[in-house]
């Protein structure tokens, strides 16, 4: 099945750096990868997405990176703000015997983002 | 935070007693999801159910019951095999087709301790 590794697991910048965080995927057939943001004790909320047929998208200071030869994507924010503190996920899909997808879910990354 | 409602917010359980958490979605999404989230273990897929009356288990279904009677409705029963239930319950739903394609949504979570 899918595995999806995500590194690092902890990130500390200061504020006004760039933040990278990096994931990679086992299953080809992967077609979408979305990443989430989720506040201490609050719902995880889907920040930015990508499909495999396009290799970047950007959404004001956040984007995300698509390599699909090397399977792997990756999340870069920049100009952090104290308000990016927060744990954020990767997914990629995977396939199920229904025909649809599921998600299957990196392990986080607790970024954080020094005043 | 209308759109997918989990209740209830925290729960308490006797080591033993089977618990029921509730899922609902006013969105007409056809695709439903149960997570559990552990520190540091990420978001991980307990069962899944993509139509009405049908659903399937994820990575972790062991201690664990769904029903998909109705579309709006996929509850969770915590059952007394389930041997480790304290953990954060994330309920998300998905269309199964048209845009947004695969995109999940998540419900405010219930966080259950076991006593």
């Known amino acids: 099945g899918e595995n999806v590794e995500q590194h690092p697991s902890t990130l500390s910048v200061q504020e006004g750096d760039s933040a990278v965080i990096k994931c990679t995927y086992s299953?080809?057939?992967?077609?979408?990868f979305p990443w989430y943001k989720q506040e201490l004790g609050k719902r995880p909320q889907l920040i930015i997405d990508?499909?495999?047929?396009?290799g970047e998208k950007k959404d004001q200071r956040i984007a995300v990176t698509l390599n699909k030869t090397a399977k792997h994507f990756s999340l870069h924010i920049t100009e952090t703000q104290p308000e990016d503190s927060a744990v954020y996920f990767c997914?990629?899909?995977?396939?199920?015997?229904?025909?649809?997808?599921?998600?299957?879910f990196g392990k986080g990354t607790k970024l954080t983002v020094n005043p | 935070d209308g759109g997918i409602t989990q209740s209830p917010k925290y729960l308490f359980r006797k080591e033993g007693q089977n618990v029921t958490l509730s899922c609902e979605q006013n969105l007409n999404h056809d695709a439903m999801y149960w997570y559990r989230q552990d520190p540091g273990q990420g978001l991980r897929l307990i069962y899944y159910?993509?139509?009405?009356?049908?659903?399937q288990k994820g990575d972790i279904a062991e201690g664990y019951s769904v029903s998909r009677e109705k579309k709006e409705s996929f509850p969770l029963t915590v059952t007394s095999a389930q041997k480790n239930p304290t953990a954060f319950y994330l309920c998300?739903?998905?269309?199964?087709?048209?845009?947004?394609?695969?995109?999940?949504?998540f419900g405010p979570g219930t966080r259950l301790t076991v006593l």
């Open positions: 997914a990629a899909s995977m396939g199920t015997q229904g025909g649809s997808e599921k998600l299957v």
């Open positions: 299953d080809s057939a992967s077609n979408y």
């Open positions: 990508i499909r495999s047929n396009v």
């Open positions: 159910s993509q139509i009405v009356n049908d659903f």
């Open positions: 998300a739903s998905s269309i199964e087709e048209g845009y947004p394609y695969n995109e999940q949504f």
